[in-house]
């Protein structure tokens, strides 16, 4: 059991890692041509930035695919990086984004600095010049009350 929990926790925490070396090394860099869309006004309900979330969702399958015979360390890697995309799509989408107006801006505390970090990344519409670009870690700086 503590195997299970080890391994998916690691998948989890793996993506917000390897996520924001992507987003700032690969999406901000030669794949920005891709990820600009979300930096842009979009009239539909998708972007081309949502390739990126195929692309993730899709590993995380092939580790589920080739793990749960055994249900060994990739079934597990595979389900946390399953659980980090469905917690990014609540929280990046639905909650800060609002694709999907469930909810209201969060005015206090976790969710409402996470807020500000992901304002303050889109403060610009360039490759060049965003800041913050994790989804759980951010700067502790997003956390301080303005009042």
Request: glycine share 10%; net charge positive; proline share 3%.
């Given at each position: 059991?503590m ?6 926790l690691?998948?989890?925490a793996?993506m917000?890692f390897?996520?924001w ?6 999406m901000?860099g030669p ?5 600009k869309t ?7 309900p998708f972007?081309?930035?949502d390739?990126f ?6 590993v995380?399958v092939l580790l589920?695919f080739l793990?749960v015979?055994d249900?060994?360390y990739?079934f597990?890697?595979g389900?946390?990086i399953s659980?980090y995309g ?10 800060i984004?609002?694709r999907v107006?469930w ?13 500000k970090?992901h304002?303050a990344?889109h403060?610009?519409?360039?490759k060049?010049g965003?800041v ?7 700067p502790?700086r ?6």
């Amino acid at each position: 059991m503590m195997y299970a929990i080890g391994f998916t926790l690691v998948g989890f925490a793996m993506m917000e890692f390897a996520g924001w070396f992507i987003h700032k090394y690969l999406m901000h860099g030669p794949l920005w041509g891709i990820h600009k869309t979300h930096h842009q006004h979009t009239d539909g309900p998708f972007e081309w930035n949502d390739l990126f979330s195929l692309f993730f969702g899709s590993v995380a399958v092939l580790l589920i695919f080739l793990g749960v015979a055994d249900f060994d360390y990739r079934f597990w890697l595979g389900l946390g990086i399953s659980l980090y995309g469905m917690s990014y799509f609540f929280l990046h989408d639905m909650l800060i984004h609002r694709r999907v107006k469930w909810f209201k801006r969060p005015r206090k505390g976790y969710l409402a600095g996470i807020f500000k970090a992901h304002q303050a990344h889109h403060a610009t519409n360039k490759k060049d010049g965003s800041v913050s670009f994790g989804l759980f870690v951010v700067p502790k700086r997003y956390f301080k009350r303005s009042e």
